[in-house]
């Protein structure tokens, strides 16, 4: 009887140890997850600040950038009304004459570009191409369908690699760069193409595609959503564009908000490729109103590509003809329509006339 009683007492005590151990298990464990909780709270707390202080930092940096630019519109405004206009001297082969300034941003040098056809051979579509951009300018490139036109801008923005040439940007050589160099240079550069629908995702609404590079470059959801509104203001869009998508504006709409999408981050240099060709002439009228106006406000430059001489003769300073993937003129657009010295491009002015 006494052996059963000692028996029932060592389970009980057997039990108690475990249940206490148990216990012992479970607040260590508890202490554990409150300890990490805190870890994990005071991660977040660090990381928001970091992130509001690279928010800051960005907003900053576009403040001061668009300061800069207020000094380089006045520029062209002087230089406009003072009616002077920068003439580029070029030569296709060596350039003794590429003509380089303090305000040269962007220096094309004997740029090339030939394409591989399977079973035609080679095929030279940029034939020793060059040109400088100055701060405030707006360079036009105008040349035929086929041309070589966007293959000059795919090897600017690196979307091709050129076979020959240099492209330097602010003093640095930009033909091959890759991975960091390449994003820093599409800070720099930005582009807006003929399709408008082409800037957008179709499933996203247009505001977080104007704000998609501010996100990408650490600026916090509420100031992207700032910045938004006033970019889509800027580019003539009530803010309330911003929640609308794709198929929900028109043609000409969604040029203006693929504008806003590429001024976002301030940068120097904008490419339009054809960017008002597959526009109606009114709409195409009112979106190159808007790039004046915004070359005025903000000082950029542009670099604008077209097949139409007479759309590039009411925005730019200065055109370069190409044909056959080689510049055959080089002037100021009255130059060019009034006295074309190339028999291509007398019969470019003709097809205006
Ligand atoms: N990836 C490619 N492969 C082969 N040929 C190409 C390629 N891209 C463009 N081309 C050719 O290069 C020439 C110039 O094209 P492109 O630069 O698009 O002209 P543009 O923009 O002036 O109309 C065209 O003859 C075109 O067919
Ligand atoms: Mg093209």
Do not use: W
């Not at 009683?5 to 464990?29: R, Y």
């Not at 690279?54 to 668009?66: P, W």
């Not at 981050?265 to 002439?281: F, G, Q």
């Not at 590509?305 to 657009?333: F, M, N, W």
């Amino acid at each position: 009887m006494e052996d059963k009683n000692d028996e029932v007492k060592k389970t009980k005590e057997k039990l108690t140890d475990k249940s206490k151990k148990a216990e012992e298990k479970a607040a260590k464990e508890a202490a554990k997850a409150k300890e990490r909780a805190e870890k994990e709270a005071l991660k977040a707390k660090r990381k928001t600040a970091r992130d509001s202080e690279r928010s800051k930092k960005m907003v900053e940096k576009l403040a001061k950038k668009k300061a800069k630019a207020g000094i380089y519109a006045e520029t062209i405004e002087n230089v406009a009304s003072s009616g002077t206009s920068a003439i580029h001297y070029l030569s296709p082969e060596d350039n003794p004459n590429l003509e380089i300034t303090d305000d040269t941003i962007l220096v094309v040098n004997n740029l090339t570009k030939v394409f591989h056809k399977k079973g035609q051979g080679e095929f030279t579509a940029v034939d020793h191409v060059s040109f400088t951009l100055n701060k405030g300018e707006c360079l036009g490139i105008v040349g035929e369908s086929g041309s070589g036109k966007s293959t000059i801008v795919k090897m600017i923005t690196r979307l091709l690699d050129a076979t020959e040439g240099t492209i330097s940007l602010n003093g640095k050589d930009v033909t091959n760069v890759k991975g960091k160099d390449q994003r820093e240079l599409y800070k720099n550069i930005q582009m807006v193409f003929q399709m408008p629908f082409d800037s957008f995702d179709p499933r996203h609404n247009l505001g977080c595609g104007v704000g998609e590079s501010l996100r990408n470059n650490g600026m916090s959801k509420e100031d992207t959503n700032k910045r938004v509104a006033e970019l889509l203001e800027m580019c003539g869009l009530e803010p309330e564009f911003a929640s609308r998508y794709p198929h929900q504006v028109s043609g000409g709409q969604c040029q203006r908000a693929a504008i806003a999408r590429a001024i976002a981050i301030d940068p120097e240099i904008l490419i339009c490729d054809e960017a008002t060709s597959a526009l109606d002439v009114t709409v195409q009228r009112q979106v190159l109103d808007l790039l004046v106006e915004l070359r005025k406000k903000l000082g950029m430059s542009y670099l604008f590509i077209s097949h139409d001489l007479a759309v590039v003769q009411q925005i730019c300073d200065r055109v370069l003809v190409l044909y056959h993937g080689k510049i055959v003129e080089t002037g100021t657009p009255d130059e060019i329509i009034n006295s074309p010295k190339d028999p291509y491009t007398k019969n470019l002015v003709e097809s205006v006339l």
